[in-house]
């Protein structure tokens, strides 16, 4: 008897895990995939909490059992406030669970949307020494109508030069949301033993 109730306390304890989803983005479809994390993470009895990478002072970062770390990429870079927050808390991150995804508009190609592949997810690897437990990346987004006319100018001519699209209309959502589910369940199984550099997305 003894042994069930020791056996149901920990698996409570596994499935209430607290977690913290910190992220940077310019245009917001980092934040549409942080909110999609929190909706399918919740579903599994966790708690989690989005919190813009510019306002995380006012969090009790040890409190969290797990911390997700998400960034997108604008002209080949993740938000310097990105790097700052992980060098300040490199001890804290590593001491939990933690992940980190990264997005940009290069993973829409199936050769370059693992990590491993990725150009971004392997130039961040070689910014930092933290090595999160899991990794992933997903495909952004493209709107053109919402860039402004240098911005717009640049990204036409990338794609151009990528034999992506360069309708100055096209608004593309490239992001794979069951990958995005799929990561959220490994994110909510994830343990802090055994650490080290998954490459799931
Ligand atoms: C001005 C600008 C520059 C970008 N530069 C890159 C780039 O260098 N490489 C890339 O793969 N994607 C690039 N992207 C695509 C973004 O990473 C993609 O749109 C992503 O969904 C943006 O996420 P956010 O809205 O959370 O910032 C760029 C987008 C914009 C608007």
Known sequence: MKTVSVLKINQRNKKMANILILYSTTDGHTTKICNRLKQEIEKNANQVTVVAVETFRRLDLPSFDKIIIGASIRYGKHNKLIFDFIDSNLQLLESKASAFFSVNIVARKPEKNRPETNPYMRKFLKQTSW????????????????????????????????????DPKAVIEFTDWQKVDDFAQMVSEMQREGSHAETDG
């Open 131 to 166: 090595r999160p437990n899991k990794l992933a990346v997903f495909a952004g987004r493209l709107d053109y109508p919402k860039y402004n006319f240098l911005d717009r100018l640049m990204i036409r001519l990338i794609m151009w030069i990528t034999r992506g699209p360069t």
